[in-house]
Nanobody, 124 residues
Framework: VQLVESGGGLVQAGGSLRLSCAAS????????VGWFRQAPGKEREFVAA????????YYGDSVKGRFTISKDSIQNTVSLQMDSLIPEDTAVYYC??????????????????WGQGTQVTVSS
């Protein structure tokens, strides 16, 4: 299972970025897909997740109301729209996926496959 994230970059506070997670083949079917982030010196943090079949979404408290996770069934991608960015959002963002759908949605240990990460930097 190969995941590739894209869309990171440098943005000013208050701006927006859109991250994308692409997979080879239709592997997201019957899986959950999540976004996590890790800033230097900090633990990995849950950002958002989506259950591919059904489309249920989940968000971390720090991004609720600012970030939106969505799926594109034709492109077989999962996107993370990030609005109203703040410097505290600066981190490497990773997408992960797992066939264990309903357990550990907010816990990275329950994701089996990860992308290489994409850097998001928000300047003040």
């Amino acid at each position: 299972v190969q995941l590739v994230e894209s869309g990171g970059g440098l943005v000013q506070a208050g701006g927006s970025l859109r991250l994308s997670c692409a997979a080879s083949g239709r592997i997201f079917n019957n899986r959950k897909v999540g976004w996590f982030r890790q800033a230097p010196g900090k633990e990995r943090e849950f950002v958002a997740a989506i259950i591919w079949n059904g489309g249920h979404t989940y968000y971390g408290d720090s991004v609720k109301g600012r970030f939106t996770i969505s799926k594109d069934s034709i492109q077989n991608t999962v996107s993370l729209q990030m609005d109203s960015l703040i410097p505290e959002d600066t981190a490497v963002y990773y997408c992960g996926t797992s066939q264990v759908v309903l357990s550990g949605i907010r816990d990275g240990r329950y994701y089996a496959n990860w992308g290489q990460g994409t850097q998001v930097t928000v300047s003040s």
